[in-house]
């Protein structure tokens, strides 16, 4: 089976039909259910998305979010172990446009050596993680 995580940006661009990659990250999510993928986020990308969905989409979509596309991920709580090793990543690293979400997310998918993620964040890909294709 195969394992994809899912950043704040797949489930923005799944849900805002004006996002570039609306028709990539759409057709990904159908594949996801079709091939019975693990999709796996976390909750620090659940509150991130709750958040940007919220302020630029809207409450209806915020409710897509939460009713329809959150139900098809794993989330896992990320613990105090994760958050140190993301706190670490995002002090180290010092880049003003990487979040501590996305370090947590990079060092979560490190440990549990997921290569693929449904994401338009270009730190994915310069982690190695890629975005599935069929």
């Not at 659940?46 to 915020?62: C, D, F, P, T, Y």
């Not at 997310?105 to 693929?116: D, M, V």
Request: hydrophobic letters at 50%; glycine letters at 4%; charged letters at 20%.
């Amino acid at each position: 089976m195969k394992t994809v995580f899912v950043d704040t940006s797949g489930f923005y661009a799944l849900l805002a039909a004006t996002d570039p990659a609306h028709a990539k990250v759409a057709a990904a999510f159908l594949q996801a259910e079709r091939e019975n993928w693990n999709l796996l986020t976390t909750n620090y990308v659940v509150h991130e998305s709750w958040a940007i969905i919220q302020n630029r989409l809207g409450w209806k979509a915020l409710e897509a979010f939460l009713d329809v596309a959150l139900p098809l991920c794993e989330v896992e709580h990320v613990g105090e172990a994760m958050f140190a090793l993301g706190t670490a990543r995002c002090r180290q690293a010092r880049h003003r446009k990487l979040s501590l979400c996305d370090c947590i997310s990079f060092e979560f998918i490190r440990l549990r050596r997921i290569g693929w993620a449904i994401a338009q964040d270009e730190h994915f890909v310069k982690e190695g993680v890629m975005f599935p294709t069929p």
